[in-house]
């Protein structure tokens, strides 16, 4: 005797909502096809021709009617799937920053992947899946300087007051110099990397023609730089361009002079003592960056020096002059933007660090 097979039915939202189901263009394919599957159910057909229409098997037809007579349109659903147990857990997480904590192995001066992942009896991609997720970077380096000045506040509070709040009618230029900058002849161009990238090419080999000193000045208040270029970078050309900075300003302007610790910069007393409308600011002893002609020197080393090449010292002065000419019209005064640095900024422990 033939089974019967068990009889559906459902309400008429129900119903709307299968229709929808099984007309949509938005719900994956296999929603769709269940819903016209239970449709042809409720419609009386037998389970052979619902498969035939619906281009399935007779065994997926009952299935469906069966989840549906059971629980509705929920049955309609995927069932939750536990999935295969998670071998990289937690705890593996905090061995690998562990790890991190110590000495590198023996041969190896940092840790990289496949070291780490010997030590936590782990796969290189799983390391660095967790070293990607708490950006933590084996390779890339970062330098921090902090001044161990003891009059490092006095002295910061001198020069960012001279930016926000300088004397009235004194002029406030800050001056340093960028010693051997060196004069490269080599190749350069545009080559095609192995990932169809175009990018800036470099020969391996250059010549040398020698080096140029650049002492520069920049007034605060509008961003103009005053430049000299010199061969020698001792304290008598030091002086000789503060002299020219000197000339170039109001006769009895007061003018205040930011520089840093360099040795050149010191012990000039006698010529002070010539020109007592001057008065030097030292930056705290490793803390040179407290000097905005510095930011003036990375625009030039971006702009003009880097992948320059050229076959002599002229060439060389002739393409930082060609710069400077053109930087002027254009100058305008820094806004000063250095947010403070506290202690708890930097982190000397991997597990502080993912705190």
């Known amino acids: 005797m033939a089974r019967k097979a068990p009889t559906i039915s459902c309400g008429p939202e129900d119903r709307q909502e299968l229709e929808r189901l099984a007309g949509s263009r938005t719900e994956s394919k296999q929603m769709v096809e269940r819903a016209q599957i239970i449709l042809g159910c409720l419609a009386g057909r037998r389970v052979q021709e619902v498969a035939r229409q619906c281009r399935t098997r007779p065994n997926t037809v ?16 995927d069932a939750l799937r536990p999935g295969a147990k998670r071998r990289y857990d937690e705890a593996f997480r905090n061995r690998v920053l562990a790890v991190l904590e110590q000495s590198p192995p023996s041969g190896q001066a940092t840790w990289d992947g496949p070291a780490v992942a010997k030590v936590v009896d782990g796969s290189v991609d799983a390391v660095w899946r967790v070293l990607r997720k708490e950006g933590i970077c084996l390779q890339r380096q970062r330098s921090w300087c902090v001044s161990t000045d003891k009059e490092f506040a006095a002295k910061a509070a001198d020069i960012v007051g001279l930016y926000l709040n300088p004397p009235e009618k004194a002029l406030v230029i800050s001056v340093d110099e960028k010693p051997s900058i060196q004069a490269l002849e080599r190749t350069t161009g545009y080559v095609e990397t192995d990932n169809s990238k175009i990018v800036r090419g470099y020969k391996s080999t ?30 008598e050309e030091f002086l000789q361009f503060m002299d020219q900075i000197v000339a170039e300003a ?10 840093d610790n360099y040795c050149t910069h010191k012990k000039c007393d ?3 003592d010539k020109h007592p409308n001057v008065h030097f600011h030292f930056t705290p002893t490793s803390a040179s960056w407290l000097n905005q002609v510095e930011i003036w020197f990375g625009i030039l080393s971006r702009k ?3 992948g320059l090449s050229t076959r002599s010292t002229a ?7 060609a710069f400077v000419a053109a930087y002027g019209p254009k100058a305008k005064p820094f806004k000063w933007r250095k947010r403070e640095v506290k202690g708890s900024q930097l982190r000397n422990t991997i597990v502080n660090l993912c705190r």
């Open 62 to 77: 009952i299935k469906w009617r069966q989840r549906f007579a059971i629980h509705g349109l929920k049955g309609l659903r």
């Open 206 to 235: 250059y010549k040398r023609h020698g080096t140029l000193n650049l002492f520069a000045a920049l007034q605060v208040a509008t961003g103009q730089v005053h430049t000299a270029i010199t061969q020698l970078k001792r304290r």
């Open 250 to 259: 109001p006769v009895g302007q007061e003018l205040h002079v930011i520089l």
């Open 270 to 272: 006698a010529w002070l």
């Open 304 to 306: 003009a020096l880097r």
């Open 315 to 321: 060439e060389l002065g002739q393409a930082i002059e």
